[in-house]
């Protein structure tokens, strides 16, 4: 099955940005690559970063589907690996450690995400690692739509460093791609937005993760559970990881059942009303946008459909009244409280007992997480 498409390549860049482009320009689709050049999803992810190698069993497939030769993708890999090794030797010591510098390197070593290292050339490679580059310009090359909307974010009275949300943004990636999931299906995940909602109830993490990832893994949803190191002020983000694949990361930053099924919600709000090619994240600041106030309002409906938003008014403000409200409206008292202080019907000090705090000793038992 061959496909001839004029092209003009960029060798300073992975091959597999080549093969999105020709992906865009031609009639062949991601599931065709999947299929003929028998990968996995992971991996054509891996191949359009550049961390999955070119060998000639692949280059003699990606010939056949494109119309270019063998010879042209092992030289477009060689030349590659060549730019690379020059970019290495180019970046002097200094500049590795204003990049680390940039980094949560004693949180990411604490949390296990790499290896703490004794020298800057130990920690430059360790985190060069994790985040699967072979050089800082390449890191800065792939991950600058990351860096990006974090700094955007960070233009809110709260302080943000781009970096290190990048670093958390990576091990959601990494932990997301080691889950196999059923093919994104926003249909099968709006049907289960009760059962979701339900869980609220659930007083313990370790508990309801589990079940949350089995019922997002069945829609087609990555949800992974990684902690922010200093300097990410992140609650959540969501994007897809390719077109059949979408990740939904959550930091338990607030330790507070009504802070985490509202960013839960709103992350699930965002899958489902907006584009697969956007990355949504959550710090908590001031930046506001239509997508955001959308996926607001679609978290606060879900917790307490709009039909039953009188109760709210009528009920009275104590807690044995509150408690009875949320068992009537099958949330937990945490829940409805937290959205009756965001609709102004409840000060911000009030009744604050009722929301169930977390700990990450409870959180930690749930295997997926990330410390």
């Known amino acids: 099955m061959a496909h001839t498409v004029a092209f003009q390549p960029n060798w300073v860049s992975p091959p597999g940005e080549t093969v999105q482009e020709l992906l865009q320009r031609s009639n062949v689709e991601a599931s065709d690559v999947l299929r003929h050049a028998n990968l996995t999803s992971n991996q054509l992810r891996k191949l359009f970063s550049g961390s999955l190698a070119i060998d000639a069993i692949l280059a003699k497939r990606l010939g056949e589907l494109f119309g270019a030769s063998e010879e042209y993708w092992l030289n477009r890999e060689a030349q590659y690996r060549a730019d690379i090794r020059h970019i290495q030797i180019s970046e002097t010591s200094d500049e590795a450690k204003s990049w680390l510098a940039q980094l949560p390197v004693a949180d990411m070593a604490k949390f296990g995400w790499v290896l703490q290292g ?40 709260f302080e943000t460093n781009p970096a290190s949300v990048t670093a958390w943004l990576r091990q959601a990636q990494r932990l997301a791609d080691e889950q196999a999931c059923e093919p994104w299906n926003p249909d099968k995940l709006r049907s289960k937005l009760l059962t979701i909602r339900k869980l609220t109830r659930q007083k313990s993490p ?22 922010s ?14 077109a059949q694949t ?3 990361a959550v930091s338990f930053r607030y330790l507070a059942d009504d802070q985490f099924w509202f960013t839960l919600f709103h992350e699930i709000g965002h899958l489902l009303l907006h584009g697969q090619d956007v990355l949504f994240l959550e710090d908590g600041s001031d930046v506001t946008e239509v997508e955001e106030t959308e ?3 679609f978290a606060a409906n879900a ?15 104590q807690s044995k009244s509150i408690i009875r409200l949320a068992g009537r409206l099958g949330v937990s ?39």
């Open 295 to 297: 996926a607001n309002n």
């Open 333 to 371: 008292p945490g829940v409805l409280v937290g959205q009756m202080q965001n609709r102004g019907i409840l000060p911000p000090h009030r009744l604050n007992s009722l929301k169930r705090r977390y700990n990450w000793e409870e959180i930690s038992r749930f295997s997926s997480v990330s410390l």
């Open 246 to 248: 979408a990740m939904l």
């Open 206 to 227: 370790s508990k309801f993760l589990p079940f949350l990832t089995k019922v997002f893994s069945d829609c087609g949803v990555a949800f992974v559970v990684v902690r």
């Open 303 to 317: 917790l307490i459909p709009e039909r039953l938003n009188s109760l709210l008014y009528e009920v009275r403000l």
């Open 118 to 157: 004794r020298t800057v050339a130990e920690r430059t490679h360790n985190a060069l690692d994790f985040f699967g580059v072979e050089s800082i310009q390449a890191w800065k090359f792939r991950y600058q739509r990351s860096l990006a909307v974090a700094a955007f974010r960070s233009t809110s009275a």
């Open 229 to 242: 190191p200093k300097g990410c002020r992140a609650s959540g983000a969501t994007q897809f990881l390719d």
